[in-house]
T-cell receptor, first 113, second 113 residues
Framework: AQTIHQWPVAEIKAVGSPLSLGCTIK??????LYWYWQATGGTLQQLFY????GQVESVVQLNLSASRPKDDQFILSTEKLLLSHSGFYLC?????WGGGEQYFGPGTRLTVL | QQKVQQSPESLTVSEGAMASLNCTFS??????FRWYRQHSAKGLEVLVS????GEKEEGRFTAHLNRANLHVSLHIREPQPSDSAVYLC?????????????FGHGTILRVHP
């Protein structure tokens, strides 16, 4: 069975500090990977997706970047956090592009002060 | 660009009574439509995915899709207090954007014992 793990569970950071959020998928080779963001009271938005190692496409510009250093790992980061980055970050995977189901991780709650 | 609207914003039902949630979208050429559930800022749980006009049932959850009316609904049979959560409608993109999900704002469902 496939499992998806996100870390950390929650983070409180200062404005201007760097950030790195991680996501790993076990039990599935070559998954498509996605990062989503949900501002408090806002709509869930897809930020990035990756079809293969080393390749990441940006969907929404939020002064964040993403990388896929390994087949089962997806990293979301920024060098300087903004207050507007606060929210809930979800990683998801799907077996293929297109109509395949997307399965979500437990999420990371980020508070920027 | 796909726009997804959900109604009502919140819904309170008694345990055992049918709960009906609505979702309208702007582009009926999307490949698939999904309903997810989110408990208290946790990860998303997929409930039903529907690809063709008509009805699809997954346990107590039934989705109805009508592309001509740009409408997909979710009906929850015999809801329990544990079904209290935020219900999210998601619509996939088209063509090269099939893996891009656009979410609605969500419907908060409360089920009273």
């Amino acid at each position: 069975a496939q499992t998806i793990h996100q870390w950390p569970v929650a983070e409180i950071k200062a404005v201007g500090s760097p950030l790195s959020l991680g996501c790993t998928i076990k039990g599935k080779s070559s998954p498509n990977l996605y990062w989503y963001w949900q501002a408090t009271g806002g709509t869930l938005q897809q930020l990035f997706y990756s079809i293969t190692v080393g390749q990441v496409e940006s969907v929404v510009q939020l002064n964040l970047s993403a990388s896929r250093p390994k087949d089962d790992q997806f990293i979301l980061s920024t060098e300087k956090l903004l207050l507007s980055h606060s929210g809930f970050y979800l990683c998801a995977w799907s077996p293929g592009w297109g109509g395949g189901e997307q399965y979500f991780g437990p999420g990371t709650r980020l508070t920027v002060l | 660009q796909q726009k997804v609207q959900q109604s009502p914003e919140s819904l309170t039902v008694s345990e055992g009574a049918m709960a009906s949630l609505n979702c309208t979208f702007s582009d009926g050429t999307s490949n698939n439509f999904r309903w997810y559930r989110q408990h208290s800022a946790k990860g998303l749980e997929v409930l039903v995915s529907i690809f063709s006009d008509g009805e699809k049932e997954e346990g107590r959850f039934t989705a109805h899709l009508n592309r001509a009316n740009l409408h997909v609904s979710l009906h929850i049979r015999e809801p329990q207090p544990s079904d209290s959560a935020v219900y999210l409608c998601a619509v996939s993109g088209t063509g090269a954007n099939t893996g891009k999900l656009t979410f609605g704002h969500g419907t908060i469902l409360r089920v009273h014992p």
